[in-house]
T-cell receptor, first 114, second 117 residues
Framework: DTEVTQTPKHLVMGMTNKKSLKCEQH?????MYWYKQKAKKPPELMFV???????INESVPSRFSPECPNSSLLNLHLHALQPEDSALYLC?????????????FGQGTRLTVV | GQQLNQSPQSMFIQEGEDVSMNCTSS?????WLWYKQDPGEGPVLLIA?????ELTSNGRLTAQFGITRKDSFLNISASIPSDVGIYFC??????FGGGTSYGKLTFGQGTILTVHP
């Protein structure tokens, strides 16, 4: 099983709303990632969690708040977003290590901020 | 941030033709990954390469990890309509001693492949 499951698949939210994106994997991976992707562009790394601890924050605005409640789950809490935050948000997971740690992606959440 | 130079940016080919795309970097990577992404979906891993000079196949796909560890190519033989999509290369560093770079994939800009029946 190489599946990373993201919910919801689509989300429309207003600029004053609070919402959360969810990600789940059962591959025993202890590294989990959030990426943001604009149309026809490569994914851009936002956050990396390793062993449920935040290890990389790519200078992401505080209106994005990640959370890793356990080794299988990763959340991204959204608050006071801007229209330019509309994008495909991808979750990924991998083993932790120096080598042989390919990342598997979920199908993404298409976020539209209105 | 660091980028991988992926080429070509787009390709328009006839069904049955072979396809070749590549990625180059000014710095060394320890892992090269090739992904395919369909519209509205997440990237799907096609091939992973871990060793300089490694040549790996997955069905009609073949990818190689360059000897210098600064480049990789992907070939698709006998293309079919379902090969349509965006192909991304991604490089990962990660030396000994850990550090924070292990989790970071550096992506190429993507190759948009269109296959005409």
């Amino acid at each position: 099983d190489t599946e990373v499951t993201q919910t919801p698949k689509h989300l429309v939210m207003g600029m004053t709303n609070k919402k959360s994106l969810k990600c789940e994997q059962h591959m025993g991976h202890r590294a989990m990632y959030w990426y943001k992707q604009k149309a026809k562009k490569p994914p851009e790394l936002m956050f990396v969690y390793s062993y449920e601890k935040l290890s990389i924050n790519e200078s992401v605005p505080s209106r994005f708040s990640p959370e890793c409640p356990n080794s299988s789950l990763l959340n991204l809490h959204l608050h006071a977003l801007q229209p330019e935050d509309s994008a495909l948000y991808l979750c990924a997971s991998s083993l932790v290590g120096r080598r042989n740690t390919e990342a598997f992606f979920g199908q993404g959440t298409r976020l539209t901020v209105v | 941030g660091q980028q991988l130079n992926q080429s070509p940016q787009s390709m328009f080919i006839q069904e049955g033709e072979d396809v070749s795309m590549n990625c180059t970097s000014s710095s060394i990577f320890n892992t090269w990954l090739w992904y395919k992404q369909d519209p509205g979906e997440g990237p799907v891993l096609l091939i992973a390469l871990y060793k300089a000079g490694e040549l790996t196949s997955n069905g009609r796909l073949t990818a190689q990890f360059g000897i210098t560890r600064k480049d990789s190519f992907l070939n698709i033989s006998a293309s079919i309509p379902s090969d349509v999509g965006i192909y991304f290369c991604a490089g990962k560093k990660g030396g000994f001693g850990g550090g924070t770079s292990y989790g970071k994939l550096t992506f190429g800009q993507g190759t948009i492949l269109t296959v005409h029946p």
